[in-house]
């Protein structure tokens, strides 16, 4: 009987764990147990989506390279199909230290590009990781710096249309490129602030918004320039100017001891005392250099000429023709001292002054000819209320100043003689 009873209770203990045990997932109370109570599963499976983004990533981490992604547009927000652009890396000093970022030098050798399509797109595939700078191609730049890392998506650059001369630099007496040096200049579109780049391997490439100024007047043309002040170590500094034409070509005349020492006086006999430029020139070879000429007390001027045949002209400042007894040939050997007499026509002077002027550059114009020869022909930017003319030879003048217009803003005709001078007012 009692073993009966043991087997029963056996029976009974086997089925109550054969039984359903109820929901895990609730207390005796029917509500869920706290999140700290749930141990998720030890290898619980990645959704598709993940898996995939978790082992690009994987991949990109691992890749030499990566992606950057973006669009150009021009300024009006017009798509710019076929653009090249360059990735400038911060390793390229000249580009990415230049102060003007729109005014690189010569070009980026080496650097990666690539091509905007139909809709404005372009990618960089493949670039190293570090920062770039954007750079555009030849007769573009850019609005704003463009900055980005080597995985950058969503890029944004708006470029537009630039004036892209290029201006070699060389050494007067070796014709040599010079290879490194700097290159100042003021462009009138822009802020007034004056700009500095840097030129490498004897050259230069200038990308200015726009395009240079042309100014007409009646059937006339006068196409500005863009004067570019060069300066290298050993070498004294020089200044280009650069047309419309593609490009411009500057010598820079090595620092020596002055060879040549200039004796200039007016056909009176009295000495000339203004301050002034020599230029030194090759008519065979194209070369010329303006010189600084260092003017003593008694009104001679030490100039440091190199050797060789030059043609040496001499220009007093702001001086507004020449004759061509201004300029002599001369031959300068290694070491040799020479004096040279030059005899100057003291002619007239002509001031113009603008009454009112609102501090914007002006440009004025003076022809003029005497017996059917032309004597100038010349363009000058003034930045200054007042302009004082010297020396200029006896004849007839025409000064005009120049507007956007189809006529002349002012004019005024002008005989000088020996000794005159004319006072040009203009309201």
Request: with cysteine; hydrophobic share 40%; charged share 25%.
């Amino acid at each position: 009987m009692r073993r009966a009873a043991l087997v029963a209770i056996a029976l009974v203990v086997a089925l109550l764990f054969l039984l359903p045990r109820g929901d895990p997932g609730r207390s005796a109370r029917g509500d869920p147990p706290d999140a700290a109570e749930i141990e998720p599963p030890r290898s619980a499976p990645v959704p598709a989506a993940e898996s995939e983004t978790a082992a690009l990533a994987e991949e990109r981490d691992a890749a030499p390279g990566s992606l950057a992604i973006g669009h150009v547009t021009d300024e009006t927000g017009k798509p710019l199909a076929g653009l090249l652009l360059l990735a400038i890396s911060r390793e390229n000093l000249a580009l990415w230290d230049a102060e003007d970022p729109s005014t690189p030098p010569w070009e980026a050798p080496g650097a990666p590009s690539t091509h905007s399509d139909a809709a404005g797109a372009f990618a960089f595939r493949d670039l190293p990781r570090g920062e770039y700078k954007l750079g555009t191609d030849e007769g573009w730049v850019l609005e704003r710096p463009v900055v980005f890392t080597a995985d950058t998506t969503g890029l944004e650059a708006i470029a537009t249309r630039a004036w892209c001369p290029k201006v070699q630099v060389s050494d007067l007496a070796t014709s040599l490129p010079i290879p490194r040096f700097l290159v100042r200049y003021r462009w009138p579109p822009d802020a007034p602030e004056e700009r500095t780049g840097t030129g490498t391997d004897g050259a230069f490439r200038v990308r200015l918004r726009g395009a240079l100024p042309r100014i007409r007047a009646g059937s006339a043309s006068v196409v500005g320039s863009l004067d570019l002040k060069l300066e290298a170590e050993g070498y004294h500094a020089g200044v280009v100017h650069v047309h419309d034409a593609p490009r411009a070509y500057a010598w820079l005349a090595p620092r020596i001891e002055p060879l040549v020492t200039l004796r200039v006086q007016f056909e009176d006999g009295a000495r000339c005392e203004d301050e002034a430029s020599v230029w030194l020139r090759s008519r065979d070879q194209g070369r010329y250099a303006t010189l600084p000429a260092v003017r003593d007390s008694g009104g001679l001027y030490r100039v440091a000429a190199s050797p060789g045949s030059w043609f040496l002209e001499f220009q007093p400042v702001h001086a507004v023709a020449f004759r061509d007894s201004r300029a002599t040939k001369v031959e300068i050997a290694a070491g040799e001292q020479r004096e040279i007499f030059l005899e100057l026509e003291r002619g007239g002077e002509v001031v113009v002054r603008r009454r009112g002027w609102d501090g914007r550059p002006w440009l004025l114009v003076a022809s003029g000819s005497r017996g059917g020869i032309m004597l100038t022909n010349a363009s000058m930017t003034v930045e200054t209320a007042e302009l004082v003319l010297r020396h200029i030879e006896p004849g007839e003048y025409l000064f005009r100043i120049l507007g956007t217009g189809p006529e002349p803003v002012w004019s005024r005709t002008v005989e000088v003689t020996t000794g005159s001078r004319h006072e040009l007012t203009i309201e």
